[in-house]
C-alpha cells in the first residue's frame, strides 16, 4: 500500500485514494470548496512522488513545477511526501484597510503588501489568524480600486465568518492562491446583450464584472438580477 508522509508523520492508504480525502481523514485540515479543481482552496506541495493528477490544466507550469498540486484531483498510486499550505510562508499578507456592515453581510476591503494580478470577477483564499482559510469572490476592479473587496455572508456561524465579524482595521489576513477562478469579463462580449444573476453575497463578483464591463465601453444592453431574502426570509428579485 501507499505510503503517505506529512512532516513527521507517515501512514498507508488504499492504491487510488482521493489526496485531499486522505489528508483530512488523517486530520491535516487542507481547506477545500468545490471539489472540482476551480477554487484553488486545496492546494499542497508535493515533495516527493507523483500523484496521478486528474486536472493538470488547473495550475499553470510554474506552480506545477514547483509541486504544487490541487489535492482534491490527485489520486495516491505510489509513495507521496507532501507539504500543506502555509499561509505565512506561502501566502501574502494583506491588512484590513476597512469593515463596513451592509446587513449581515461584511464588506472587507484588504491592501495586500504587494500589488497582484487579477481580473474583475475571480476570487482568492483568504487565511485568518486562527489558521482557517476560505476562497470569497471579488467585487473590486484592477486599476481602478486600491484595495481588494470582498462581501462576507455573516448570518450564520461559521469558522471563518463568525472570527470576521471581529475584524479591526490595520489587522492582518493572508492570501492564498492568487489567481484562481475562470470567472471574469471577455472583451470579446462587447456587442453582445449581458445577463448577471445572483443570489445573496454572489452579487459580489458580478458586480465587479459590471464595472469592469463598463470601463472597457461595453456597448450591448446589461441586465443584472439579484435575489435577496427580506427579514422574514422571503426571496425577492431586484433589477
Not at 495586500?112 to 469572490?137: C, D, E, F, M, T
Amino acid at each position: 500500500m501507499p505510503e503517505l508522509q506529512v512532516g513527521e508523520r507517515q501512514w498507508s492508504v488504499a492504491p487510488g485514494s482521493n489526496l485531499l480525502d486522505a489528508l483530512n481523514d488523517a486530520g491535516c485540515g487542507v481547506p477545500y470548496s468545490c471539489r472540482a479543481g476551480s477554487c484553488h482552496a486545496c492546494l499542497v506541495r508535493c515533495v516527493e512522488g507523483e500523484p496521478e493528477d486528474g486536472r493538470p490544466e488547473a495550475l499553470n507550469a510554474a506552480q506545477r513545477e514547483l509541486g504544487w498540486r490541487l489535492a482534491c484531483q490527485c489520486r495516491i498510486g505510489m509513495d507521496l511526501r507532501v507539504a500543506l499550505f502555509d499561509p505565512k510562508t506561502d501566502g501574502q499578507p494583506a491588512q484590513v484597510v476597512s469593515v463596513d456592515w451592509l446587513g449581515d453581510v461584511l464588506r472587507l476591503r484588504l491592501k495586500p503588501l504587494k500589488g497582484l494580478r487579477y481580473q474583475a470577477g475571480q476570487h482568492l483564499l483568504l487565511w485568518n489568524a486562527l489558521g482557517v482559510a476560505r476562497p470569497y469572490s471579488l467585487a473590486s476592479v484592477p486599476g481602478e480600486d486600491p484595495w481588494l473587496e470582498f462581501h462576507i455572508d455573516c448570518r450564520q456561524p461559521g469558522a471563518f465568518c463568525t472570527p470576521a465579524r471581529h475584524l479591526l482595521e490595520g489587522a492582518e489576513l493572508r492570501l492564498g492562491e492568487l489567481r484562481a477562478g475562470g470567472l471574469h469579463y471577455d472583451p470579446d462580449w462587447q456587442e453582445r446583450p449581458l445577463w448577471l444573476l445572483a443570489a445573496g453575497t454572489g452579487l459580489a463578483p458580478l458586480w465587479g464584472i459590471l464595472r469592469e464591463a463598463l470601463r472597457q465601453e461595453h456597448r450591448g444592453p446589461i441586465r443584472v438580477l439579484h435575489l435577496a431574502r427580506d427579514e422574514g426570509g422571503i426571496i425577492w428579485p431586484r433589477n
